[in-house]
């Protein structure tokens, strides 16, 4: 059963205008969200991060919005460059009883910046 | 600041051989967790070790093990290698419990 969900395996967005990343949870045990951004042959890279206790994030470029109410979270980058074009995976944390915590992934989306 | 470093990057083995592959966090982050991904299964978490101790498991079969030294250096281990083990292995350090930073990973093929 997945947990995290990104539903759009791809999204195509002008360069300049907004791209709006989704996804959508299930376990309501989750505390922190975070939104990576992968490039082939790399690892993820950190990008943002939001609390469950908060509704909004913002980073430069990139805000990440959170709903708690339905279990949705996105991340707007405004404006989308080139450069952005990579896959973006959203992942949900929960901690443990021992005080450990793990991240599950949703299975990301490709996203291309069109120049 | 070094990144989190992954040895080897790629590596290729034979079904039945067992692998042993290697992670060195960044200086000062004591948490060292492992993912696997796949095509099929996308990014999926195998462990996490703090300080020397293996502190969460992910829902892999025995033959994925891990273990952490005192200079927080991490190394896995498969046994008994399958074909559907071929993966990317990813390590993850972190300094809190909300952010991990992820090495280039290792790229294993089973033959």
């Known amino acids: 059963d997945q947990q995290v969900k990104q539903n759009s395996p791809s999204l195509s967005v002008q360069e300049g205008r907004i791209s709006i990343l989704n996804c959508d949870y299930t376990?309501?045990?989750?505390?922190?969200f975070l939104w990576y951004k992968k490039y082939p042959a790399e690892g993820p890279t950190f990008l943002i991060s939001?609390?469950?206790?908060?509704d909004k994030n913002e980073d430069g470029r990139f805000t990440v919005f959170l709903n708690k109410s339905a279990k949705h979270l996105s991340l707007h980058i405004v404006p989308s460059q080139p450069g952005d074009s990579a896959v973006y995976f959203c992942?949900?944390?929960?901690?443990?009883?021992?005080?450990?915590?793990?991240?599950?992934f949703g299975k990301g989306t490709k996203l291309s910046v069109i120049p | 600041k070094a990144g989190v470093t992954q040895t080897p990057r790629y590596l290729i083995k034979t079904r039945g051989q067992q692998v042993t592959l290697s992670c060195s966090p960044i200086?000062?982050?004591?948490?060292v967790s492992w993912y696997q991904q796949t095509p099929g299964q996308g990014l999926q978490f195998l462990f996490e070790?703090?300080?020397?101790?293996?502190?969460n498991k992910g829902n892999f079969p025995g033959r994925f093990s891990g273990r952490q030294f005192s200079n927080s250096r991490s190394e896995m281990n498969v046994s008994t290698l399958e074909l559907g083990d071929s993966a990317l292995y990813l390590c993850?350090?972190?300094?809190?419990?909300?952010?991990?930073?992820f090495g280039p990973g290792t790229r294993l093929l089973v033959l």
């Open positions: 993850a350090s972190s300094p809190t419990v909300e952010t991990q930073y």
């Open positions: 376990n309501s045990m989750f505390d922190y």
């Open positions: 939001i609390s469950s206790i908060k």
């Open positions: 992942a949900a944390s929960v901690i443990t009883g021992a005080g450990s915590y793990q991240l599950t």
């Open positions: 200086s000062g982050h004591r948490s």
């Open positions: 070790y703090f300080s020397e101790t293996q502190r």
